[in-house]
T-cell receptor, first 113, second 114 residues
Framework: ETGVTQSPTHLIKTRGQQVTLRCSSQ?????VSWYQQALGQGPQFIFQ???????GRGNFPPRFSGLQFPNYSSELNVNALELDDSALYLC????????????FGPGTRLTVL | AQSVTQLGSHVSVSEGALVLLRCNYS??????LFWYVQYPNQGLQLLLK??????LVKGINGFEAEFKKSETSFHLTKPSAHMSDAAEYFC????????????FGAGTILRVKS
């Protein structure tokens, strides 16, 4: 059974640029959630996707957007990057058998200069 | 709205000593509660979860947590600390108002002294 994978591992962008982060959910999981973890803080919920539809959103501006594909993989897109977007971005998936438990990937470290 | 408070941003114990990491929650509905561990430069690993079954929950690596509704607490314990337990620990509550998001505490960094 393959766990949650994320790409890339690290990314450096400059202010104003756009970025796309990718996530492959664990086998058998149909729900993907994205979290932002700033340095020294707990993860903050960005949004969740279920069957290719957004299924809940946290307090993040519209320049944070996402997609889920038919194979349940997902993308997080961030436009007009700001310095405060520098963080670890975590993807988590959950499955039909246990919708309440989320399993996390290793994260993508985004640095905005 | 659901929330979690972790008491103590840093906890230091000696190897072999009891580990106690504190978590208090606020929830308008019966909560689902989780403990995750994060090693440096890694993602979150699930340690254990409470989903309204037994109040004493056993997890991986010898950790356990007890749900106490009267105290709104879900503290994490381990009888004997190992050096490999040094990491950051996060308590989280499930918020199902829209979707099924996790609301995390600020985390507690556990240091284990030899």
């Amino acid at each position: 059974e393959t766990g949650v994978t994320q790409s890339p591992t690290h990314l450096i962008k400059t202010r104003g640029q756009q970025v796309t982060l990718r996530c492959s959910s664990q086998s058998g999981h149909n729900t993907v959630s994205w979290y932002q973890q700033a340095l020294g803080q707990g993860p903050q919920f960005i949004f969740q996707y279920y069957r290719e539809e957004e299924n809940g959103r946290g307090n993040f501006p519209p320049r944070f957007s996402g997609l889920q594909f038919p194979n349940y993989s997902s993308e997080l897109n961030v436009n007009a990057l700001e310095l405060d977007d520098s963080a670890l971005y975590l993807c988590a998936s959950s499955g039909v058998a246990d919708t309440d438990t989320q399993y996390f990937g290793p994260g993508t470290r985004l640095t905005v200069l | 709205a659901q929330s979690v408070t972790q008491l103590g941003s840093h906890v230091s114990v000696s190897e072999g000593a009891l580990v106690l990491l504190r978590c208090n929650y606020s929830s308008s509905v019966p909560p689902y509660l989780f403990w995750y561990v994060q090693y440096p430069n890694q993602g979150l690993q699930l340690l254990l979860k409470y989903t309204s079954a037994a109040t004493l929950v056993k997890g991986i690596n010898g950790f356990e947590a007890e749900f106490k509704k009267s105290e709104t607490s879900f503290h994490l314990t381990k009888p004997s600390a190992h050096m490999s337990d040094a990491a950051e620990y996060f308590c989280a509550v499930s918020d199902k108002v829209r979707g099924n998001k996790l609301v995390f505490g600020a985390g507690t960094i556990l240091r284990v002294k030899s």
